[in-house]
């Protein structure tokens, strides 16, 4: 810029001074006093050492003082960047990742560059999918053959009714098999950024099989658990842990999902000699039916979620410590194991089937 004359009227002193006098924010009151430094002929040079700022900075604001007026110091008119996609492709990809779900924003990155040749910072991404109200999730699953919304809804209405007509003393438990790892498995907690856990692993693969059946009525847990595999044999074990768990019974009903031990031969002669006990098939693909399931995820909660054991007796000893005292949690159990059935909607958003 020119050399400019740094004079000023007895009103533009006077205009400088009640801006100064009226600003709250210290960066843009800077300015005016620079000004009126200028005013009383000190020079840029000495105005810039008293103000903090570079001496191009304070011919900057005079220039943009006198070529667009007092006003244009009275804020610091920032102008947002405009963004390099048009209103219709943003929503186009908003669209996209709305029905693909993509886990890294270089794959979005890829996407605007393939489809609209526009190459975006990741940063700039970021700002533009949040405003379109998108955010990092966690998703959850879903089966991918699960029956449909109406035969699962009948599942639930003969549970009930099943249970409002049945003899007194009727038992209704939900069973199904596990396998539990000795092994440390990761999960949310609350931690130091700063210093983010390191969580310790087992090497080994050792685990427990346990099958089980839950009580919602009474919140009772009948288990058989041990490093056996599960077979037909086992299941019969099971079986007999059940019923000896529940004498006086009149009638035993178990839910059960479709493992093919749970319907082989041997099991299905066990039961027409123990006609007290019926087992009732949900359908396939239908976790969300089985109550158990819920327990399960209880019981990994409790066990083996950010929690090391180094030995697996000490693994095992505290599994069989809470599967044998399932009392002691029965007020989060209340809780937890409700019957109320979630009913898989296919109207949820699901991701597209890899071919």
């Known amino acids: 810029m020119g050399l400019i004359e740094m004079s000023f009227t007895d009103q533009e002193i006077a205009n400088l001074k009640n801006y ?19 005013s009383e002929g000190f020079e840029v040079k000495k105005v810039a050492m008293v103000i903090g700022n570079p001496i191009k900075t304070i011919n900057n604001w005079f220039f943009q003082y006198k070529t667009k007026g007092i006003d244009s110091l009275n804020s610091f008119q920032y102008q947002p960047k405009k963004s390099f996609l048009t209103t219709e492709q943003i929503e186009d990809m908003a669209k996209w990742v709305r029905e693909t779900y993509p886990s890294k924003l270089k794959k979005i990155r890829s996407y605007i560059q393939e489809k609209f040749k526009v190459t975006l910072s990741l940063e700039g991404i970021r700002k533009i999918i949040k405003k379109q109200g998108l955010k990092l999730l966690c998703p959850k699953t879903t089966p991918g053959k699960a029956p449909t919304e109406e035969d699962q809804k009948k599942v639930v209405e003969d549970y009930f009714a099943m249970k409002a007509s049945a003899q007194p003393g009727t038992v209704f438990l939900f069973g199904d098999g596990m396998h539990l790892i000795h092994q440390n498995i990761p999960g949310l907690c609350w931690g130091d950024p700063k210093n983010p ?13 346990i099958l089980g059946a839950y009580n919602p009525d009474s919140h009772e847990f009948v288990h058989l658990t041990g490093e056996q595999n599960c077979d037909a044999k086992r299941v019969i074990e099971y079986l007999e842990v059940i019923l000896a768990a529940y004498p006086l019974a009149p009638r035993i009903v178990l839910f059960l999902d479709n493992a093919t031990y749970f319907k082989a031969k041997i099991v299905r002669a066990w039961l027409k000699s123990h006609s007290k006990m019926e087992l009732i098939f949900l359908p396939p693909y239908s976790p969300n039916l089985n109550l158990i399931e819920r327990f399960w995820r209880f019981v990994k909660e409790e066990l083996v979620r950010n929690v090391y054991y180094e030995k697996y007796k000490t693994f095992r000893a505290k599994t069989f410590q809470l599967l044998n005292h399932v009392d002691e949690h029965i007020d989060k159990l209340k809780t937890l194991m409700v019957e109320k059935f979630q009913i898989v909607t296919t109207k949820a958003y699901i991701v597209p089937k890899q071919t």
């Open 20 to 38: 100064r006098d009226n600003q709250s924010d210290g960066r843009l009151k800077l300015r005016f006093i620079a000004l009126l430094l200028l």
């Open 197 to 209: 856990p390191i969580l310790l692993t087992n090497t080994g693969r050792q685990r427990l099989n």
